[in-house]
């Protein structure tokens, strides 16, 4: 199994920046994609960004192309989502997800949330404006 504890989120004012980072356990962290979701209040979670268990294949939902970047650490276990230029709409609590090596292929798959088979605790962002 896979244990995933995400951090590094906060307050910020709009135009600000902030990195999360998603440390994972457990099984050998090369082996899995890894992915960003987001839920604000009274909405549906949402795909963010996922990158692929090489890491030589990245997807972005279109909010967030140009602004967000999705990157891992393998050697340290760790996913990483820097987001910059943030918007008072980026306000969600952001979740880590962890799906098998070869499970996706395209990106309808990797933005899918059934996709994934192990997910962390979630880490606020709060966007002012």
């Known amino acids: 199994q896979v244990q995933l504890v995400e951090s590094g989120g906060g307050l910020v004012q709009a135009g600000g920046s902030l990195r999360l980072s998603c440390a994972a356990s457990?099984?050998?962290?090369?082996?899995?994609?890894m992915a960003w979701f987001r839920q604000a209040p009274g909405k549906e979670r949402e795909f963010v960004a996922a990158?692929?268990?090489?890491?030589?294949?990245?997807y972005y939902t279109d909010s967030v192309k140009g602004r967000f970047t999705i990157s891992r650490d393998n050697a340290k276990s760790t996913v990483f989502l820097q987001m910059n230029s943030l918007k008072p709409e980026d306000t969600a609590i952001y979740y880590c997800?962890?799906?098998?090596?070869?499970?996706?292929?395209?990106?309808?798959?990797?933005?899918?949330?059934?996709?994934?088979?192990?997910w962390g605790q979630g880490t606020q962002v709060i966007v002012s404006s």
């Open positions: 997800a962890a799906q098998p090596l070869d499970y996706c292929s395209a990106y309808g798959c990797y933005a899918g949330p059934k996709s994934y088979g192990f």
């Open positions: 990158i692929s268990w090489s890491g030589d294949r990245t």
């Open positions: 457990g099984r050998t962290f090369s082996n899995y994609a």
